[in-house]
């Protein structure tokens, strides 16, 4: 699979949205409180890079330092790993979810397997979750990669869904798909987490 190139994106915004309005920050902040209620529960401690859905969150260097931070308080030995939820702005006729793993970046590719593992355990997860089949639009079943993350590895990305896609966009929309779709991410979290450890 060859990756994505992706111009720099320094700062967040409040994302895309629904064409009846419904925005992407509202969906991922539903989605991440939900996932993040299920996590510790479970006993993991979560560290989320935006403290409300206010306003938009930190850069992808502020944010990468957060998780960066946290990763250095776990301690030696901890298993750490970076979700990033959104929902895609693609175009209208494509639907499905796709998971963004990062590409080669440099020389030492020690953190491309791991990333990968934890792509793959997303994706399987996500969609025996939620029944959202992969995107018609970007990358191969269910994966596209991408050169331009930066943070924490193993990271990876989830697009759960084309918010411009009619159908896309109901789903994304409902309060319990959108619950199918935080245990769907807790599936995918603890099955790379049992499988690493």
Request: hydrophobic share 40%.
């Given at each position: 699979?060859?990756p994505?190139?992706?111009?720099?994106r320094?700062?967040?915004?409040?994302g895309?949205q629904?064409?009846?309005?419904?925005p992407?920050h509202a969906?991922?902040?539903?989605?991440?409180?939900?996932l993040?209620?299920?996590?510790?529960?479970?006993g993991?401690?979560?560290?989320l890079?935006?403290?409300?859905d206010?306003?938009v969150g930190?850069?992808?260097?502020?944010?990468?330092?957060i998780?960066?931070?946290?990763?250095?308080r776990?301690?030696r030995g901890?298993?750490?790993v970076?979700?990033?939820?959104?929902a895609?702005g693609?175009?209208?006729?494509?639907y499905?979810?796709?998971?963004?793993?990062p590409?080669?970046?440099?020389?030492?590719?020690?953190?491309d397997?791991?990333?990968?593992?934890?792509?793959?355990?997303?994706r399987?997860?996500f969609?025996?979750?939620?029944?959202e089949?992969?995107?018609t639009?970007?990358?191969?079943q269910?994966?596209a990669v991408?050169t331009?993350?930066?943070?924490?590895?193993?990271k990876?990305f989830?697009?759960?869904?084309?918010?411009?896609?009619?159908g896309?966009a109901r789903?994304?929309?409902?309060p319990?798909w959108?619950?199918?779709?935080?245990?769907?991410?807790?599936?995918?979290?603890?099955?790379?987490?049992?499988?690493?450890?």
């Open positions: 699979m060859m994505t190139p992706i111009g720099p320094p700062c967040d915004t409040t895309t629904t064409n009846a309005g419904y992407e969906f991922t902040w539903d989605v991440v409180q939900r993040a209620t299920r996590l510790r529960a479970a993991v401690r979560v560290v890079t935006r403290t409300s206010h306003g930190p850069c992808t260097v502020d944010r990468a330092g998780g960066n931070t946290a990763a250095s776990a301690g901890a298993q750490v970076a979700l990033s939820v959104h895609d693609g175009p209208s006729g494509g499905g979810f796709h998971v963004i793993e590409g080669p970046a440099g020389p030492d590719h020690a953190v397997a791991p990333s990968r593992r934890l792509a793959t355990a997303i399987d997860a969609r025996a979750g939620t029944g089949p992969f995107a639009y970007v990358g191969r269910g994966v991408r331009d993350l930066v943070g924490l590895d193993p990876v989830i697009e759960c869904g084309n918010m411009r896609n009619g896309d789903r994304l929309a409902d319990a959108r619950e199918r779709a935080a245990a769907a991410l807790e599936r995918g979290l603890a099955s790379y987490l049992a499988a690493s450890s």
